[in-house]
Every structure is written in C-alpha cells, then in structure tokens.
C-alpha cells in the first residue's frame, strides 16, 4: 500500500541522514555499495537518492494482471516521483519481470525475465521498452528446478540477476 510504502521511504531517508556513510562518495564502492533486495513479487534498487520498485504484476508465479511498473520515489522528499509502465511486447502473459539495474550513462534500466527468458530494456529518455535476448542461451536457465536447502522446487527460473561493474556498467 502506499502507507506502507511511504513508511518505508521515511525509514530509509531516517537511516540516509543519520549515516554519512550513505551519502558519502556514494558511487564509489571501496566506500559504500548500494544493494539491491529482492523478494517474491518485487525488486527494489535505490540510485542517486531514488527508490525504484519494480512490480511485476505476477504475485506467486501465476501470470501477469497487466503491465509490469516501476514505481519511482524521490528519497529526499518521500514522494512518487513517476510511474514506469512496460509496453506491450516487452514482456508475456506469464513474464515475471525481475532484478533492475539502472545505467546511468546510457540512461536505461536492464531487467530479467525469469520466465520467459530475456532481458526487458526501458529507454528512460523515451520512456519505451523492449526485450532483447529473448530465449538466449546467455537468459535461459541450464537446469529445470533450484534445490533450495535440499528442497526441489520444479520451476525453471530463467535470467536472474544482472551484474555490473565497479564503474556501474
């Protein structure tokens, strides 16, 4: 909810004031790096005093209900700043859309399709997406199931995860 949402905003710019580490050469990870938290129906990624959050619009793995969004929140002033909505065509009926990465020169956001393998790429600057890589061998999962703690689950999780380097690229 939003409530919740802007309780969220309001702990982290708590934390954001009261650690000069946070802010502190921010972009330089000998210092601090940001990380990224996943959990079941949302990615979340904090940049350059933003908090991107990603629905996938597919609680639990059951198919999508509409477009998959970023919701993006100005850190400073605890506002929704915009909502980002993926274009037909870069996602399916059963994508689970997963794990953004924000690239700043490029100015773009990189996501995984878990299902249905490939990357989804949002044009910040055209406010477009699109998919690329689609059932690459690069986004297509080499086995069929996770063993997790020495529980099978059988779902085949595709592309998960974008990693950058030191210079954020």
């Known amino acids: 909810t939003h409530d919740s949402i802007a309780r969220l905003i309001r702990d982290l710019n708590l934390i ?4 000069p580490a946070m802010r502190t050469e921010e972009y330089n990870n000998v210092h601090f790096n940001w990380l990224m938290v996943n959990n079941h129906e949302q990615s979340v990624y904090a940049f350059e005093n ?3 959050i990603l629905d996938t619009r597919n609680a639990f793995w059951q198919g999508i209900i509409d477009a998959p969004r970023i919701f993006v929140f100005d850190l400073q002033s605890n506002t929704l700043e915009d909502i980002l909505i993926l ?17 700043k020169e490029n100015q773009i956001i990189i996501m995984t ?8 790429i949002y044009d910040l600057k055209n406010r477009k997406s699109k998919r690329v890589l689609e059932q690459h061998p690069s986004t297509k999962a080499e086995k069929n199931h996770l063993n997790i703690a020495g529980n099978i689950w059988k779902n085949t999780v595709h592309s998960d995860g974008i990693a950058f380097d030191s210079k954020n690229k």
């Open 16 to 19: 954001y004031k009261a650690e």
């Open 113 to 120: 399709d878990s299902n249905e393998p490939a990357l989804i």
């Open 50 to 52: 933003k908090l991107y």
């Open 87 to 103: 274009e037909e065509g870069s996602f399916a009926l059963n994508s689970y859309v997963n794990d953004l990465r924000i690239d």
